[in-house]
Structure formats: structure tokens, C-alpha cells
T-cell receptor, first 112, second 118 residues
């Protein structure tokens, strides 16, 4: 079992819809959770991070964390074609020197 | 420079040759990380530097891989006797610091070096 699991997709949503991306992790000691966006051929860029149970909103993005169930999700409201990319979930373990463990990513395709 | 830079951007080498990949982090960033990304895969942690020391090198896949950092700035990742399975994009990231516990510091990624071993 991989430490961080994501559905590879592609997840296809129409423009204007809500895209829901999910991630599960196996280490209960994980403390911080990150969503990165990676356009094809480009390097990852941080969208947001979360470390408390519940929701965290930033513009059109909402991260949701449920530590009891060991999952974290990212919601993208009013999806745009420019949101089409691979979304990488990453976790930081306790005492992990800021080292991140990444999932394989979910490819999102937003069609007009 | 304004961001993390890496060189070369592309490297094609023959099996068995040694390669050196360079990373220049954001000025003032004390923490530096190397990851690699194989085709269609997520990022795999290789090694982390705090200053010039490497407290975590647990991700280096074999003793053919080594890395160093000098002057608390530039880092070099060396792969000896390259194999075809070493083909990947090697990404470097830096952060201002590397807090433990729940605190975090954003990692900024460079553009990567695409390594192809023939």
C-alpha cells in the first residue's frame, strides 16, 4: 500500500462545475497536508495546505481534512479550463524535517 | 535569481556514465530538497539538506546516488554508473527553513532536469 493514494483520473468536469479531488494517507502521524498543482512539463506549485480537521478556503479552492478517516480532499469551485492540470497531494510526517511524501497525482480536465 | 534554478534542463547520457545535476536555491533559503519524478508518477523524495548537512538521505535509491551542498547554497546531485531506470525528472526545491512538527514552510520547486539514460 502506498503511503499517499490518489485516483489517477482523468477526472473530467464541465466548465463552471465543482471538481472534487481526493487523497488518502496511511501514516496516522502525518501532521500537515498539501495540494500542489502541476501543469504538463512544469514544476509543482503549492495551492494550499491544511493541518486542522475541517475545511480551509482560499478563493475558489477548499481543502478538507478528516484525520479520523485519514483523507484529505480539494474542491475547486467554478472550474475553469485553466485549472486543467495534475493535482498532487502531499503529506508531512511528524518530525519529518518538512519532507513531503507525494501521491501520484490526479489529472483534472475541465472542458468548455 | 528570483526562483530555484536547475541545470542542465535536459541531459541525455549513456548507460554506465556518471552525471551531475545542479540546483541553485532561492537566496536565503536554508533548506534544500531533491525529488525525482518518473513518467506518470508522483514525486519521490531523495534527500534533504539543512545548510550543508544532510540529516535525511533516506530516499537515495542506491549508493550510486550522492549529493552535496556547499556554502549553504548550491547543491549537486551525482549519479554514478547510470542505469536506464534512473531516467526521470529530477526536481530540486528549497524553503526558507525546515520546521519540525506541524509547522511547515512552503517548498518552491525548480524547473527540473530531465535525465534520459540510453
Amino acid at each position: 500500500q502506498k503511503e499517499v493514494e490518489q485516483n489517477s483520473g482523468p477526472l473530467s468536469v464541465p466548465e463552471g462545475a465543482i471538481a472534487s479531488l481526493n487523497c488518502t494517507y496511511s501514516d496516522r502521524g502525518s501532521q500537515s497536508f498539501f495540494w500542489y498543482r502541476q501543469y504538463s512539463g512544469k514544476s509543482p506549485e503549492l495551492i494550499m495546505f491544511i493541518y486542522s480537521n475541517g475545511d480551509k478556503e482560499d478563493g475558489r479552492f477548499t481543502a478538507q481534512l478528516n484525520k479520523a478517516s485519514q483523507y484529505v480532499s480539494l474542491l475547486i469551485r467554478d472550474s475553469q479550463p485553466s485549472d486543467s492540470a495534475t493535482y498532487l497531494c502531499a503529506v508531512k510526517r511528524a518530525g519529518g524535517y518538512n519532507k513531503l511524501i507525494f501521491g501520484a497525482g490526479t489529472r483534472l480536465a475541465v472542458h468548455p | 535569481g528570483a526562483g530555484v534554478s536547475q541545470s542542465p534542463s535536459n541531459k541525455v547520457t549513456e548507460k554506465g556514465k556518471d552525471v551531475e545535476l545542479r540546483c541553485d536555491p532561492i537566496s536565503g533559503h536554508t533548506a534544500l530538497y531533491w525529488y525525482r519524478q518518473s513518467l506518470g508518477q508522483g514525486l519521490e523524495f531523495l534527500i534533504y539538506f539543512q545548510g550543508n548537512s544532510a540529516p535525511d538521505k533516506s530516499g537515495l535509491p542506491s549508493d550510486r546516488f550522492s549529493a552535496e551542498r556547499t556554502g549553504g547554497s548550491v547543491s549537486t546531485l551525482t549519479i554514478q554508473r547510470t542505469q536506464q531506470e534512473d531516467s526521470a525528472v529530477y526536481l530540486c526545491a528549497s524553503s526558507l527553513r525546515a520546521p519540525s512538527g506541524r509547522a511547515t514552510d512552503t517548498q518552491y520547486f525548480g524547473p527540473g532536469t530531465r535525465l534520459t539514460v540510453l
